[in-house]
């Protein structure tokens, strides 16, 4: 039956993520930026809220099962507290949930139960690669069999923690077919490059990752000999990757309805103005129906329909109301927006990064 | 908990529907439009009996049940039905569709305001007879349209006959004919009973049809929807019963602005309902257009990253985009009526949403179509006309963003203007 209200275990998770937000996450959100860093404790906080445990079964360390829907809502609030910071927390998400929904039983008891533990997991997924001619379903990066091993050349982009991890997830196209392959860090060939220079999510340290004759056996492939179906990973990827762009959308509108209404020109609010006061509504209209798709297509995924047509719209909504709210949020507080001591242009800087942003994470 | 689904029942309605949009409406849709003021007959006859039926269970409800009939639990999901049948039925015709016979806007302020006692001695004639009839609403007049509360038809008591006397005009009347004129329907009618009291002299009136004062106009020649009938009703000393003053006895000893805000509760249902009608609308030209490309050849690839895309793909999925976050938000506006939740901003979000969605989709399927798309020879264009009314009744765009901006800034009318 037709109904959009939050049940209560996601009310009590949204609240208590909120909270994380509020209480930790803007507090140090805008020097992370500047410092290039996340304060231990804060990833450390944020982290044991458990949300990933809360998709991983009982049988491979977790507390319950997958939802994308409940991923959506929770990644959300993430990211209204800090993008960079959410996707530090949630990254290895990117890894987890690709293993737990296209891995084999063996390749999910040996990975599942590190997403499980005290620590942040030191894994991380790299797909992206650094051309204007991305394509995650035809990546430059290549798989080419060689007797019981597999033979991977490429550069990958956008690696997040690369540096940290012990285990990366590496995509490559595959005769033609995007796969997935377990590579340690310090296999032979595998060389983290330099720290990507981004426009925004500075506060997340990200690598350029290069495969020069990397050798891994061939059942380190993602789903084994089957392998995966890559289109429906990256649909889920994609839902919670939109579901952060709501939040982020969220929070610069939030930020810039609270500073009209308190900015004063003319002897009163700025936001008695209808240019301001219209700007702000059609930021919220857009934010809610992104949201609404993002929890459709979340919705259809979890019921096992297909959603990629769907996911793809919803990607464009959202990757275009997520760059405009910003800039809207940015126009409100006028030459303050432009200014570093206010957060708003770093969420116009962050913005703009979502259509970029495969695989950072996923419900 | 969030969720998507349908009830299966209504999903099986839609299905009879979509026969009755496709082999009934679209077939007479490009010779309705050509010929303005005539009555899409088949869909009318095609209707009635179903409409009838349906009116005929709800009246039985309420004499069994009276007010408790509201009060029962769970979800209602009589207003999810209906804001799914005017999308399918303004998929196969928006104009005819405004000609559907039954109650309208007219029978839902009935219900939204309405005592017992008035839902069923005026919502009866919904529910029988041979031949059908209609309910209608007049709010708007020549220089009250956004700002209705400025309105100047009157109602004045006469004491001896206890009857109101109307006067006033009333303009762009959906069904006004129908109601008044062509059928025993009747109009509510939005009259002050105190010029001087601003929004709290406002008072809803029901006029019944051939009631004697009432001079229905000629249709108005309109840019589309040319088969929904609207008119212009002038009321001269018209006489109606005291009891034809709508809504409970607190509103009829003139407290407060509970008139007016009758008529602001009937918009949170009829706001939804016309971004519903928008999205069907919207669905039709999407639909159309897809096809249309198809023949030739042109479909979308769904998986191509935007390097690769056509301009004609981008196009599609942006409209796609539009139309899917407008039709969320207004399942989103009708969820919260069917779980008893107030949904005022969601209604004006839909409704602002939806009428710029259906506006800016179907100018762009006529684009993308050519000059094939440009051509009376096929739906296209009457579909951008069509669309664009959406855009502006039950309150324009900016009227409806002005609502929402006021809630979602906490802010009175005085404080946004």
């Given at each position: 039956m037709l109904d959009f209200r939050l049940d209560e275990e996601q009310k009590m998770l949204t609240d208590t993520i909120h909270r994380f937000a509020e209480e930790r996450v803007r507090k140090v959100f805008r020097h992370a930026d500047e410092d290039g860093k996340i304060p231990a404790d804060v990833l450390k906080a944020g982290w044991e809220i458990g949300v990933l445990p809360s998709f991983i079964p009982e049988d491979f360390g977790g507390f319950g099962a997958p939802s994308a829907v409940t991923a959506a809502v929770a990644y959300e609030e993430f990211a209204y507290g800090d993008l960079a910071i959410a996707l530090n927390i949630l990254g290895s998400s990117a890894v987890a949930m690709a293993v737990l929904r296209a891995g084999t039983e063996a390749q999910k008891e040996s990975?599942?139960?590190?997403?499980?533990?005290?620590?942040?997991?030191?894994v991380a997924a790299a797909i992206t690669e650094p051309t204007i001619l991305y394509d995650p379903f035809d990546l430059k990066t290549r798989a080419t069999p060689e007797g019981d091993e597999v033979v991977l050349n490429g550069v990958k982009s956008v690696v997040p923690l690369a540096d940290q991890a012990d285990t990366l997830l590496i995509y490559v196209n595959e005769g033609g077919q995007t796969q997935a392959y377990f590579v340690p860090?310090?296999?032979?060939?595998l060389k983290l490059g330099d720290r990507d220079k981004l426009m925004g999510i500075r506060a997340l340290p990200t690598f350029k990752l290069h495969l020069d004759n990397v050798r891994v056996p061939v059942e380190n492939r993602l789903g084994g000999d089957a392998g995966i179906n890559f289109g429906l990973l990256l649909n889920y990827s994609r839902v919670a990757m939109a579901a952060m762009a709501v939040g982020m959308a969220r929070a610069g509108y939030e930020y810039a309805r609270d500073y009209a209404k308190q900015r004063i020109q003319f002897g009163e609010p700025i936001a008695h103005r209808q240019s301001i006061a219209f700007m702000l509504a059609e930021m919220a209209i857009d934010i809610d129906g992104a949201r609404m798709m993002v929890w459709e297509a979340a919705w259809k995924l979890d019921q096992g329909q297909e959603a990629t047509q769907e996911v793809t719209v919803m990607k464009h909504f959202v990757d275009d109301i997520v760059m405009t709210v910003a800039d809207r949020a940015l126009q409100t507080l006028g030459g303050y927006g432009y200014i570093r001591e206010y957060p708003v242009e770093l969420w116009f800087r962050n913005a703009r990064g979502f259509v970029t942003f495969d695989g950072l994470a996923s419900a | 908990m969030i969720d998507f689904e349908i009830p299966a029942k209504i999903k099986q309605e839609l299905i009879m529907v979509e026969m009755v949009a496709s082999q009934v409406m679209r077939p007479r849709s490009r010779y309705l439009d050509e010929h303005e003021h005539e009555r899409p007959t088949d869909f009318i006859n095609t209707m009635w009996p179903a409409v009838k039926e349906q009116n005929r269970r709800q009246i039985e409800g309420l004499k069994q049940n009276g007010a408790a009939a509201k009060e029962k639990s769970g979800p209602s999901t009589a207003i999810l039905r209906l804001i799914l049948l005017i999308e399918q039925m303004s998929w196969g015709d928006a104009g005819q569709y405004l000609c559907v016979p039954g109650g309208g806007l007219g029978g839902a302020a009935v219900e939204a305001v309405g005592t017992p006692e008035q839902k069923i001695r005026f919502l009866s004639r919904f529910a029988e007879g041979d031949e059908p009839s209609w309910g209608a609403m007049a709010i708007t007049e020549p220089d009250a349209g956004?700002?209705?509360?400025?309105?100047?038809?009157t109602a004045v008591l006469d004491p001896e006959t206890n009857e109101w006397i109307i006067n006033g005009e009333k303009i762009f009347i959906t069904s006004g004919s129908l109601s008044l004129k062509e059928s025993n329907g009747f109009c509510v009618v939005w009259a002050t009973v105190d010029p001087k009291a601003g929004r709290g002299g406002i008072k809803s009136f029901i006029v019944e049809g051939h009631t004697p004062g009432v001079t229905v106009s000629p249709g108005l020649e309109k840019l589309?929807?040319?088969?929904s009938d609207t008119v212009i009703l002038t009321f001269e000393d018209v006489r109606v019963p005291?009891?034809?003053?709508?809504?409970?006895a607190e509103v009829r000893e003139q407290k407060g602005t509970e008139g007016f805000a009758g008529a602001m509760k009937t918009f949170d249902a009829s706001r939804p309902a016309v971004a519903a009608s928008a999205m069907g609308i919207a669905r039709a030209a999407l639909e159309f257009a897809k096809e249309k490309l198809a023949e030739v050849g042109v479909t979308v690839d769904y998986t191509k990253p935007a390097h690769k895309m056509t301009s004609v793909e981008r196009d599609i999925i942006m409209m796609e985009g539009l139309y899917k976050s407008a039709w969320l938000l207004t399942l989103k506006s009708v969820a919260a009526m069917m779980h008893g939740e107030g949904n005022r901003l969601e209604a004006s979000m839909s409704k602002a949403h939806a009428g710029m969605a259906v506006t800016k989709i179907s100018q762009k399927a006529v684009e993308l179509l050519g000059p094939l798309g440009y051509?009376?020879?096929?739906l296209a264009e009457k579909f951008m006309r069509d669309a664009k009314i959406n855009d502006i009744y039950e309150g324009t765009r900016q009227i409806n963003l002005l609502i929402v901006a006021r809630a979602i800034l906490g802010y009175s009318r005085k404080e946004l203007k």
């Open positions: 990975h599942l139960p590190l997403f499980c533990e005290e620590k942040l997991p030191r860090a310090d296999a032979p060939g | 956004s700002d209705n509360s400025s309105m100047r038809t589309g929807i040319r088969a005291y009891d034809n003053l709508l809504g409970s051509s009376r020879e096929i």
